[in-house]
């Protein structure tokens, strides 16, 4: 069976959402198998992209990228 062809994304995060993701990874993992950190963010994609479908927190989401915690913008 072919791999599954993927999109490789870079992207600059802070310390603390670095801490986050491991943090995230850490909990999800499991004796029998471990979550790495492109895990989490491609299950966040995921889950985000289902609930803005459901047109569920939306504001929410909108709220955290208006915030200062999260900008691109430098």
């Not at 985000?48 to 939306?58: D, F, K, S, T």
């Amino acid at each position: 069976m072919p791999k599954k062809e993927r999109k490789r994304l870079q992207v600059v995060i802070s310390d603390e959402q670095d801490a986050l993701l491991t943090r995230t990874a850490y909990e999800l993992s499991s004796p029998e198998r471990l979550i790495s950190k492109s895990e989490v963010v491609r299950l966040a994609i995921e889950k985000i992209a289902r609930e803005l479908g459901e047109g569920a927190h939306m504001d929410e989401y909108r709220a955290i990228l208006e915030s200062d915690d999260i900008s691109d913008e430098s």
